[in-house]
T-cell receptor, first 113, second 111 residues
Framework: NAGVTQTPKFQVLKTGQSMTLQCAQD?????MYWYRQDPGMGLRLIYYSASEGTTDKGEVPNGYNVSRLNKREFSLRLESAAPSQTSVYFCASSQSGGRETQYFGPGTRLLVL | RKEVEQDPGPFNVPEGATVAFNCTYSNSASQSFFWYRQDCRKEPKLLMSVYSSGNEDGRFTAQLNRASQYISLLIRDSKLSDSATYLCVVSPPWAGNMLTFGGGTRLMVKP
């Protein structure tokens, strides 16, 4: 049972490049989330998907787009990367609502030069 | 004011010590509270939920004080393996599916 998986683990981008972060869960969870974690800032929610077919903005959605491809997969896209998007990105899932335990993936470390 | 505030530490304690962390939250109507643990360069993992009556899990005790809007985590008989960052997490009433994370308190347990 892999839980929540993320790819890639590390990525270096140049300003203006695009990329997609992939996330998949095998726990049959309905809700999925994308967070970013910066030193001293804690985890901040970028986007979430309460159920397949729905997505909603979180606290810091600017510069990002998401796709809930199916129940298992939730991707995060940076269309034109900026140095301010240098961060560690975590995907998480929960059975239904955010008040339940969220299970996190191992994270993607992104550096934008 | 941040929605969830924690002392970033680090708290440096010897093995066997008792250590306590507090966390304050700004929205008095918040309903759900949690402590997550995050090891260095790893993902956060749920340590325990925090219930109104307080709850204990082995060496860990969590308390909620609604009047003063803070939650606490007490760790007894600290182990080297307890060294980590402890994240205070709150679900405000308006948040629906969202959780709000504090910045974390770093604990270092020394031999």
């Amino acid at each position: 049972n892999a839980g929540v998986t993320q790819t890639p683990k590390f990525q270096v981008l140049k300003t203006g490049q695009s990329m997609t972060l992939q996330c998949a869960q095998d726990m049959n969870h309905n809700s999925m989330y994308w967070y970013r974690q910066d030193p001293g800032m804690g985890l901040r929610l970028i986007y979430y998907s309460a159920s397949e077919g729905t997505t909603d903005k979180g606290e810091v959605p600017n510069g990002y787009n998401v796709s809930r491809l199916n129940k298992r997969e939730f991707s995060l896209r940076l269309e034109s990367a900026a140095p301010s998007q240098t961060s560690v990105y975590f995907c998480a899932s929960s059975q239904s609502g955010g008040r339940e335990t969220q299970y996190f993936g191992p994270g993607t470390r992104l550096l934008v030069l | 004011r941040k929605e969830v505030e924690q002392d970033p530490g680090p708290f440096n304690v010897p093995e066997g010590a008792t250590v306590a962390f507090n966390c304050t939250y700004s929205n008095s109507a918040s309903q759900s509270f949690f402590w997550y643990r995050q090891d260095c360069r790893k993902e956060p993992k749920l340590l325990m939920s925090v219930y109104s009556s307080g709850n204990e899990d082995g060496r860990f005790t969590a308390q909620l004080n609604r009047a003063s809007q803070y939650i606490s985590l007490l760790i007894r008989d600290s182990k080297l393996s307890d060294s980590a960052t402890y994240l205070c997490v709150v679900s405000p009433p308006w948040a629906g599916n969202m959780l709000t994370f504090g910045g974390g308190t770093r604990l270092m347990v020394k031999p």
